[in-house]
């Protein structure tokens, strides 16, 4: 079997190897903390890693058994890092995030494997809520309609779980990928940018400003800036009904490839 340059860089980094002795990661975390961890994980890394982590090459996160990360501070490390030159981007979570995220890797993405699926209603229905009372392209775009200053949701459906879809419109900012957080950037000269952050790096950020400029920032020469871990999207929790939110999650799970 041959694997692309990023497959074989991550099958390097993650391939089992016999000298490495599992620890016993599970027993060491809460389950509030594997719960946590689920969501933060299903939120931003299952879309390359799959909800089982099998999606990348011959990798199983489940397994738990990662000799460049055997320790749980060097998985944080290597998520925060990222791999440069591969599909793996580096990930800014909080220390409560990080702590729940190993704990689930840890614990072999098995939190709770029994509990209920996500509901899925009618497409056609969560369009209408998408377009009318949500409000939704006044911050989102899906093909050539809406604004940028929120994340395009064009291909929502091919890379994020219902799951996860379904926190992020009942807890925006539970549910937020941390490269999509707001930031905030002050110029030497006191000017002030504000945005979304698209990419990130030792030296460099790139943001999307509420009228969709693109705009990159040498961190050096920034007096200073900082990156809310506050969505500004709202929640639809007690705004939407239980049908409604099931219509929603329905249309944006429909939203792949393009297909409106």
């Not at 969560?126 to 949701?153: A, K, N, Y």
């Not at 000269?189 to 504000?194: F, K, L």
């Amino acid at each position: 079997m041959k694997f692309t340059p990023i497959e074989a860089a991550l099958l390097l980094l993650f391939a089992v190897h016999p000298a490495v002795v599992a620890q016993d990661h599970p027993g060491q975390y809460t389950a509030g903390d594997i719960d946590a961890g689920s969501r933060v994980y299903y939120a931003n890394c299952a879309q390359c890693h799959g909800a089982t982590g099998i999606g990348v090459g011959g990798i199983d996160l489940r397994r738990g058994r990662l000799p460049r990360a055997a320790t749980d501070d060097a998985l944080a490390a290597l998520v925060t890092s990222g791999i440069p030159g591969t599909g793996m981007p580096p990930f800014r979570l909080t220390s409560d995030e990080m702590r729940g995220l190993v704990a689930f890797v840890r614990a072999g993405l098995g939190a709770d494997p029994n509990a209920p699926p996500v509901k899925i209603g009618n497409a056609p229905r969560g369009r209408s809520v998408f377009e009318g009372r949500g409000r939704c392209l006044e911050c989102h775009r899906i093909g050539l309609e809406g604004s940028r200053s929120g994340p395009d949701l064009t291909d929502i459906g091919a890379v994020r779980t219902p799951a996860a879809i379904h926190r992020s419109l009942v807890d925006p900012t539970g549910g937020m990928r941390p490269i999509n957080r707001p930031v905030r950037a002050v110029r030497r000269d006191g000017s002030t940018i504000t945005g979304r952050r698209l990419n990130e790096d030792s030296y460099t950020v790139q943001i999307v400003t509420a009228e969709g400029r693109l705009v990159s920032l040498v961190k050096e020469e920034l007096r200073d800036w900082t990156v809310s871990p506050t969505s500004p999207m709202p929640s639809y929790k007690d705004t939407l009904s239980a049908d409604d939110l099931a219509d929603l999650v329905a249309y944006l799970v429909s939203l792949r490839d393009g297909a409106l």
